[in-house]
Nanobody
């Protein structure tokens, strides 16, 4: 059973930065996309950023220019660098990996942006 383990969340002041990591417990074959989603209290889960197997990326309009998604295939890890954080970025962030056979989700990591 493959597990996705997220880390790097925490409390940060507005304007600060965090780097989230998501490591798979073993190699997942046939990956199509790796992505980060987030869910704020009382809101639906939304896509934050995604990277395809070919390296193409896309971002939610609200994070463009501030967040960067990247991956290290050899380490089975996907990252989300978050800069210029705003209070509205506060949410639980979830890692997602889509393969040809199924989707995998992490357990989530809390990001709180507050002074």
């Amino acid at each position: 059973q493959v597990q996705l383990v997220e880390s790097g969340g925490g409390l940060v002041q507005p304007g600060g930065s965090l780097r989230l990591s998501c490591a798979a417990s073993r190699t997942i074959f046939g990956i199509q996309t790796r992505a980060w989603y987030r869910q704020a209290p009382g809101k639906q889960r939304e896509l934050v950023a995604a990277i395809t197997s070919g390296g193409s990326t896309n971002y939610a309009d609200s994070v463009k220019g501030r967040f960067t998604i990247s991956r290290d295939i050899a380490k089975n890890t996907v990252y989300l660098q978050m800069n210029s954080l705003k209070p509205e970025d506060t949410a639980v962030y979830y890692c997602n990996v889509e393969s040809r056979l199924r989707a995998y989700w992490g357990q989530g990591t809390q990001v709180t942006v507050s002074s």
